[in-house]
T-cell receptor
Framework: DAGVIQSPRHEVTEMGQEVTLRCKPI?????LFWYRQTMMRGLELLIY????????DSGMPEDRFSAKMPNASFSTLKIQPSEPRDSAVYFC???????????FGEGSRLTVL | GNSVTQMEGPVTLSEEAFLTINCTYT??????LFWYVQYPGEGLQLLLK?????DKGSNKGFEATYRKETTSFHLEKGSVQVSDSAVYFC???????????FGSGTRLSIRP
């Protein structure tokens, strides 16, 4: 079975550019999470969706960040404009509601110069 | 609010040593408790879980027991291997919501 699929795996961009990260959750999972991981701040929950609806976006750093889930099989995390402090590994994870067991993608490593 | 506190790392041990990584949580309810592991260059993956008090989760030689009286879920392994080198995350999950908050992670390094 395919796991959570993220793209791109690596992205290097310049400050001010728009970045779009993509995630395909596991089929049948109804919760989707976006996390950001850095050495300084560890693993931070940015936003999570349940049945395609954003439930809690309190972890989204600021208005430059936005996330969408137009259907059950696709989500995007967009940063516009990007800044060097956004450099991190961004993980997408999915789960079946209420189980607490998350399945993570391999992450998207973002470097903003 | 709900939170989790993990043992600070990094932890460095010799192969075949005994491992304990402490985890305590604060909870307003009765969460399920999880340990996740992150190997270098990968995403997190579930290591073990326990869903109610006194349950013991186990996998790959690791064990953790859900202790409601001390609100703890310490991770243990009797004899670690070099391949256990990774970052370990404790995470309570509250059944009333899907939101899952991870501890700060404990980096474990095993010397041959």
């Amino acid at each position: 079975d395919a796991g959570v699929i993220q793209s791109p795996r690596h992205e290097v961009t310049e400050m001010g550019q728009e970045v779009t990260l993509r995630c395909k959750p596991i089929s049948g999972h109804n919760s989707l999470f976006w996390y950001r991981q850095t050495m300084m701040r560890g693993l931070e929950l940015l936003i999570y969706f349940n049945n395609n609806v954003p439930i809690d976006d309190s972890g989204m750093p600021e208005d430059r960040f936005s996330a969408k889930m137009p259907n059950a099989s696709f989500s995007t995390l967009k940063i516009q404009p990007s800044e060097p402090r956004d450099s991190a590994v961004y993980f997408c994870a999915s789960s079946v509601d209420g189980t607490g067991e998350l399945f993570f993608g391999e992450g998207s490593r973002l470097t903003v110069l | 609010g709900n939170s989790v506190t993990q043992m600070e790392g990094p932890v460095t041990l010799s192969e075949e040593a005994f491992l304990t990584i402490n985890c305590t949580y604060t909870a307003t309810g009765y969460p399920s408790l999880f340990w996740y592991v992150q190997y270098p260059g990968e995403g997190l993956q579930l290591l073990l879980k326990a869903t109610k008090a006194d349950d013991k989760g186990s996998n790959k030689g690791f064990e953790a027991t859900y202790r409601k009286e001390t609100t703890s879920f310490h991770l243990e392994k009797g004899s670690v291997q070099v391949s256990d080198s990774a970052v370990y995350f404790c995470a309570p999950a509250y059944s009333s919501a899907s939101k899952i908050i991870f501890g700060s992670g404990t980096r474990l390094s095993i010397r041959p």
